[in-house]
């Protein structure tokens, strides 16, 4: 690939990226059409959006997407070299359009194997109770049921089990507080077996990430919501495998929160689950106020924190003032 980039200057590859999404696509046949302000959607593709600027592009069921290049190498199954060449003019005009087929059948995965746990909990306490401010008791409730651990690495593990109680997915976040983070799924994971916290309400609360997930519940607490007992899921991303799966197992549910980031992914994968679903569930959406619950959450304590401080100023100015008039 290394090689193949040589072939390129920086200016090709940028005019390659800049063609817009939208009339390529429209172009080469695909039946694209606009579904909201911000969307457009190409049918029969399971899932796939592309922004309204025809730069961007989601097919959220396979939980893949990037800019105009990556849309030519997965929808057309050309190399990188190839997708460049079609979009800047220099690949043959004889070249016969062919549209990706999604496989029918799963390809065959390996074992699925939990990485080692570490002797102790401290770095993961640490990270989501101090870092990102994830009430105690809720961290703990979840370490006691099994769905998140610390490996030998000093990361996250966050678990997802089948109806049986076998792991069947899980995903790393490093807990590093400085540089850059690491996360990604365990290897043969089944995104269809989600990060959960069960409920028996008949509205699930649908999150892109286990601490997003993990912020929300204790944002609830922070405002004294009592009673709270709707599942919540992670979709671990965007890709809403999970969601199926999840509403297939659980018939009970009515009505599905969408507390997805905002941010351009979320707001495109709200959509794709509002045409999905629409006609059978009540869609409701509870949109953070920054770009995710986290951010919320950490934002809050800042603010109680301010608060805290300026009153024990005013309270330690009050007692200063009277030591003086005593004086």
């Known amino acids: 690939m290394g090689r193949e980039t040589l072939r390129f200057t920086d200016e090709q590859i940028e005019q390659a990226n800049s063609v817009n999404i939208i009339s390529y696509a429209r172009d080469a046949g695909y039946p694209i059409k606009q579904v909201s302000a911000k969307a457009y959607k190409i049918e029969g593709y399971g899932g796939l959006y592309v922004h309204s600027d025809g730069h961007k592009w989601n097919w959220f069921s396979q939980g893949k997407g990037g800019g105009t290049i990556q849309f030519v190498m997965e929808m057309e199954g050309k190399t990188w070299v190839e997708a460049i060449k079609q979009l800047i003019g220099i690949a043959p005009d004889a070249l016969p359009y062919v549209a990706a087929k999604m496989s029918e059948v799963e390809p065959i995965k390996g074992e699925f194997i939990l990485p080692e746990k570490n002797k102790t909990y401290k770095h993961i306490f640490a990270y ?6 994830i009430e105690k008791e809720v961290v703990y409730d979840i370490v ?6 610390e490996n030998k690495y000093k990361s996250c593990v966050f678990v997802g089990y089948d109806k049986k109680g076998e792991a069947k997915y899980a995903s790393i976040r490093s807990t590093n507080t400085t540089g850059k983070s690491f996360r990604c799924d365990i290897k043969n994971s089944d995104k269809a077996y989600p990060f959960c ?5 008949d509205t699930l609360c649908v999150f892109e990430s286990p601490i997003d997930l993990m912020s929300y519940l204790t944002l609830l607490k922070k405002y004294k919501v009592k009673d709270f007992n709707n599942p919540c899921i992670s979709l671990g991303g965007v890709a809403i495998k999970p969601l199926d799966y999840y509403l297939q197992e659980h018939p009970n549910i009515s009505n599905i929160m969408l507390c997805l980031d905002n ?24 949109l953070p106020k920054g770009k995710d619950f986290n951010e919320d959450l950490k934002s809050l304590l800042e603010e109680s924190k301010a608060l805290h401080v300026g009153e024990t100023q005013a309270a330690e100015y009050g007692e200063d003032e009277a030591a003086i008039e005593m004086f």
């Open 128 to 133: 989501l109770i101090k870092t990102r401010g």
């Open 144 to 149: 006691k049921k099994g769905k998140v651990y």
């Open 197 to 201: 916290v069960e409920g028996d309400g």
């Open 263 to 286: 941010d351009e992914a979320g707001h495109f994968s709200c959509q794709h689950i509002r045409d999905k679903y629409r006609d059978k569930y009540k869609i409701l959406r509870h």
